[in-house]
């Protein structure tokens, strides 16, 4: 009579976990498996679907042939341990396409901040875009008194100086050549 005491909280439990697992089980035989993966729209959601299937069906398997006492459990352990190797792929590739889109938005903000950086003129940046070590040391501020007429004139009168000067050395090596070319 021991024995049947220390086996009732057992029994209890199983039953009510039995309870729990009814509405999961109505809820995935109220159509059948066709009829909900044509209601699925995404592929993604189909595998899901087609892998809570399996692992259902194999895990049920399992706790009935537990239950009768079976002996040889291998085809229903090598059925739960393929069926968990695809839902550990569905979650890798989850994972894969997760980390893929972070790294895209990662590299979409940095090219952002980057065009953001160029067309802001670099308001957004503590350092100057020219270094400072290329101030360092003594540099001579050149001022401008004149007025840009002024200058310009200058500028003018000085190139035509040059082109006279060019011109007449231009000329007397014309007459040496000239010259030499008639004393030949």
């Known amino acids: 009579m021991e ?33 909900q993966l044509l209601l699925l729209s ?11 299937y399996a692992y259902v069906l194999s895990s049920l398997m399992f706790a009935s042939t537990k239950v009768l006492g079976a002996k040889d459990m291998s085809p229903i352990l090598n059925e739960l341990k393929r069926v968990k190797s695809y839902m550990d792929k569905a979650k890798q590739y989850d994972d894969k396409i997760s980390r893929s889109n972070e790294k895209l938005h990662a590299e979409q903000e940095k090219a952002k901040n980057i065009i953001s950086n160029v067309l802001d003129g670099n308001k957004n940046q503590s350092e100057p875009s020219i270094s400072k070590s290329n101030f360092q040391g ?10 840009a007429a002024t200058v310009v004139t200058k500028i003018v009168s000085n190139t035509e100086q040059i082109k006279k000067s060019n011109g007449k050395k231009n000329g007397k090596s014309n007459r040496v050549s000239k010259k030499r070319g008639n004393g030949k």
Request: no cysteine; net charge negative.
């Open 42 to 52: 995404s592929e993604r959601a189909k595998l899901d679907l087609t892998n809570r």
């Open 138 to 147: 003594k540099h001579t501020k050149f001022e401008n008194d004149e007025s």
């Open 3 to 35: 024995d049947i005491e220390k086996i009732k909280p057992y029994v209890k439990s199983f039953s009510n976990a039995l309870d729990e697992l009814k509405p999961e089980i109505e809820k995935l035989t109220s159509k059948s498996l066709d009829e």
